[in-house]
Each structure stands twice: as structure tokens, then as C-alpha cells.
DNA sequence: TGTTAATTCGG
DNA sequence: CGAATTAAC
């Protein structure tokens, strides 16, 4: 491999009397699993070939988290994986490293010296598309390539890799539906392999130098995630958009609904593709039904692959083709097909950050929108909405979840997103970085892209006047009001039919209205109004 | 992956 | 008052 022998003429280079055993370094980030991760078997192969060890390293970067509005569920998923990891890396005979590094310039200084300290020749990790990440890691690569250690980067966060899905002219779909056309038809013509990481045979399983902040045995490992959970949650604390949250709660609760690790995972896809994705079509839309497949928590930090989501998938659709005999249509199962453009959602809003970094400065991809609409920057409003108080029930009841959870349905996402940025007028801005703060599952790109849809500021988003009656959606996608209730059990004695139209709750919630006694507030915006005004702020000029 | 307004019909 | 239909935002 021409690789190889780049490493071997560099390592000669610097020091001819360790030539006889190189040492190799896998940088992980947010790719924490050991099946199907791109980067991890590349070197593992190079290691092996080579007779080199090979050390693993990952970076808690408590002020990178508080830059990038990280939620405390999600660096607690993340803390909660990373012992399991160390100990899949350990059946590899890989020794993972965890270190304290606050910021990316502490990552790049301590990720040198690492180097230097270790005879390190070559460094691997996967790519981040994210703009501080790609800066970072090009920063780094030169850093590295001054004293001659490598540093090799591999396409793993999407299934087909950003640049890969282009038009005719060679430049981004700027609209979903034909990339996603010309997205299935580059994967049914290539041949999409897993990779699977070999155990290093020879490896001496040498310590990397340690820090007083860095742990690598899966006790010590745990016991430094805990204290960085602990620290961030302090932080936290003192931060007006937890004012409101029982973190305490929303830990437990998400510890709960997502037990960490790659087995988990792995098992929850193969059950879902199983068991779960008949009617997918249909009942992903319904959040009493909880029909998702939740993956997304998992996709977010690595701890599953993408591909590996796509394959199963594609060999469910497979086998019902087979058993169908010459019926082509029920071959194009609605289900699995829904799921599978699911899937390449995600990469397209990956694709679309990769080809517009500014997103990542808080621009709107509809440049002319940030100059045009007046948003609102009502901090009553927004509060009533960021705590569920807004007197729409589905909305109220959506936050609520989000904030006991740190989970929200994907349709409600659109229904609070197109609520504030539709009949609240208030900048997508301040929402999409909330969602990232609550999210388990948050995640740049996919956040980005979902607000900016809402927002109809973003590539192929809702239409300007395409927007979403909060009291309608609940009657067509909760309709006996189940996910409300359970949300909102004050609103309990209310029928459905008042509970899903506005005029009837103002009346019935006002003085001398029906449900006068129960506490809850009277809609903060009447959605009629609301929506001519902001139609109005997007046709003029 | 939308909703409203205008209109008509029926209870 | 609600359902059904359809153009327009």
C-alpha cells in the first residue's frame, strides 16, 4: 500500500532506531463504535501489515460542548458510551485513552505532543463537516505533517459521502427529491461494504503518556465521564435556558430510554427493521405510537453506522421482493422506502453544510431572508414556548416532553419549529439553538436543516405560506389527544372536540367558559392573525 | 411533509 | 354547524 510506505520513508526520517516498531494512534470523535467504523479498520489493517501498535484516544471538550450549545443528555450518552467502547477496544487488544482537552486548540497542542511523546508516525480518525471541526482538523494536518507524522481522514458520518451526489453540472441538489433519486441510484449500482476492525495481533498494549486528566482503564475511564457529566451539569445550572428543566430528571429519563452502546444499537435496528417498521408510512406520524426507530440518538454519536441502517434495510426490501414472485409493486414496500429516504435526509442536510460552511456562522441559506424578515426577538414569548406554556396544546405538550425527555417526535419538532418561527415570528435562531441544548439527539446539520425548513429559509423548505395550524395537526396526528394528555394531564377532562380548535378552548378556558377551573393559559397568539401577518412579512417588497 | 377562504349542501 | 370541494397563499 502507497501509504504504508509514505509511513515507513517519514518514520526513517525521524528516528532510524525505532523504525523496527511503529506506533499508530485512532483518533475517535463522534463515530464511538467499533463495527462499521471506517477509520478504525483502516488502521487496524495498516497496523497489522505494518507490525505496528496501535493506541486509541478520545477528547472531553467541556468549552467546545458550551460553544456548541451540546445538551447535557447527549454528552451524558456520550459518557455513558465511552467505557463500552474502551472495553469493545479492548477485546481488539486497543487500549483507549480519554483525556480532558477543553477546547479544539488544547485538542491540536495535547494531540502533538501525544505524537511526540509516543513516536506516533500516523494518526486516523473520520470526518466532521461541522466548520470548527473542519478548521480544527486542517490546522492539525499541518501541524502534524511539519513533523512528518500523517494524519488520514475517512468519509464515515454519511452513507455516501458529501460531493459524492452531484447534478448534471457537477454542483449541489439544492432540492431533496432528486438528490434523493440520484442518492438511491448511486447506492443500488455500488456495492456498499461494512468494514469490520481486526483484532492487533502483535500489539504491546503501550500506554499512551498520561495526563493528570486522561484515563484508560474502563474504570477510570467512567469515573472521569462522571465528573465531566457532573461539571457540565453545574454549568448548566446557572444558564437561563435550564431555568426551567429538572436535569436531574431528564438524565434519568433518558438513561432510561436509551441504554448506550453499539450491542444496543445494533439491536434496537434489527428489532425495528424486524418487528417494527410495518405501517411506517402511516404511524411515524403518530408520537402516542412512538413508531420512529429512535435511531437517530445512536446516528448522532457514532455509536451506529449509517450504512449499516441502509443495508439492513435494503435487504428487508430484498426479501419481500424475492417472496413476491412478479408483483413489482408490492416490491416498493411504502414502509421501508419511507424509512431508507429518512436516511438520506440526514445525509443531505450533510451534504448541504459541507457545501454552504457559512450555515455553520448562523446564516440563512436564503441569504435575502436575513435581510427581508423582521423577526422577533420577544423574550416572553419565547419563554412561554420554551417552557410549554403557550396555551396551544400540542405545542405545550411537545415541549414539555422535550424538556422532561431531552426526546421530541419528529413531527412535533416541525409543529414547535413552524409555531415559533411561523405564528410567534421569533427568529429560527434562538429555536434551533434550544433544540440543540435539550436534544439527546441534537446534531448540527439535521437541526440546522429541520428550523430552516420551518423557517422557510433553508434549501427545499416548506413554502412560505405552507404553514402548520398547531390545533390541526393535533386533530389529524393525535386525535384522540393521547400524546397532549399525557403531557398535559390538566387538560384530561377536555374533549376532543374542543381540544382540538382553538375558538372552542378560548372560550371554554376563559371566565365564564366550561373549563374556566382548569389552569392552563388561553392561546398566546390567535394562529389566523398570526398567519396573515407573517405571509404578509414574507411577500413584501 | 398545509391551510384558509369561498362556496355549496345537508342536518 | 359540519362536511365536501377547490383555488390561492
Partial sequence: MSKTAVAIKNNSHNKVEDSHQFHYLM??????????????????????????????????????????????????????????????????????????????????????????SNNISCVMANHEYEGNEVARDELLTKQ?????????????????????????????YQVFTPFYKKWRHTLEVSDIQIHTALAIIDNKQVNL?????????????????????????????????YQNIDTDKQISQ??????AGEAEACHRLE????????????????PSLQATSQLSTYLTIGAISPRLCYLQATQALGKLRRNDGDNFDSGDNNDINRWISELAWRDFYRHVLDYKPELIRHQ????????????????????????GKTGVPLVDAAMRCLNATGFMHNRLRMVTAMFLTKDLLIDWRWGERYFMQQLIDGDFASNNGGWQWSASTGTDSAPYFRIMNPFSQAKSHDTEGIFIKTWLPELKPIPTSILHR???????????GTFADIDYPVPIVEHKLARQLVIAEFKKE
Avoid at 498520561?210 to 482503564?217: D, G, I, Q, R, V
Avoid at 440563512?364 to 420554551?386: H, L
Avoid at 382553538?502 to 365564564?512: F, I, P, Q, V
Wanted: aromatic share 10%; hydrophobic share 35%.
Fill in 502 to 512: 382553538e375558538d372552542k378552548m378560548r372560550k371554554a378556558l376563559s371566565k365564564n
Fill in 209 to 241: 503518556t498520561l495526563s493528570e486528566h486522561s484515563a484508560n482503564t474502563t474504570q477510570d475511564i467512567e469515573a472521569l465521564c462522571k465528573k465531566t457529566v457532573h461539571d457540565y451539569q453545574e454549568y448548566l445550572q446557572t444558564h437561563e435556558s
Fill in 27 to 116: 483518533w475517535f470523535r463522534r463515530d464511538l463504535r467499533v463495527h462499521d467504523n471506517t477509520a478504525l479498520a483502516a488502521i487496524c489493517e495498516r497496523a497489522n501489515e505494518d507490525n505496528a501498535q496501535l493506541s486509541a484516544v478520545f477528547f472531553l471538550t467541556p468549552e467546545q460542548w458550551q460553544a456548541h450549545d451540546m445538551s447535557l443528555t447527549q454528552l451524558d450518552h456520550i459518557a455513558r458510551t465511552l467505557p463500552i467502547l474502551a472495553e469493545k477496544l479492548h477485546q481488539l487488544n486497543i487500549i483507549l485513552t480519554v483525556q480532558v482537552c477543553p477546547s479544539f486548540t488544547d485538542c491540536i497542542v495535547t494531540l502533538s505532543a501525544l505524537c511526540e
Fill in 144 to 172: 502534524l505533517a511539519n513533523n512528518e507524522i500523517e494524519f488520514i481522514r475517512w468519509h464515515d458520518q454519511c452513507i455516501l459521502p458529501p460531493k459524492s451526489i452531484t447534478t448534471n453540472d457537477d454542483s449541489m
Fill in 364 to 387: 440563512a441559506y436564503k441569504y435575502e431572508t436575513d435581510k427581508k424578515i423582521n423577526w422577533s426577538y420577544d423574550e416572553d414569548a419565547f419563554a412561554a414556548w420554551r417552557e
Fill in 254 to 259: 433518558a438513561r432510561l430510554a436509551y441504554p
Fill in 271 to 286: 428489532h425495528f427493521i424486524a418487528d417494527d417498521i410495518d405501517n411506517y408510512d402511516v404511524s411515524r406520524d403518530v
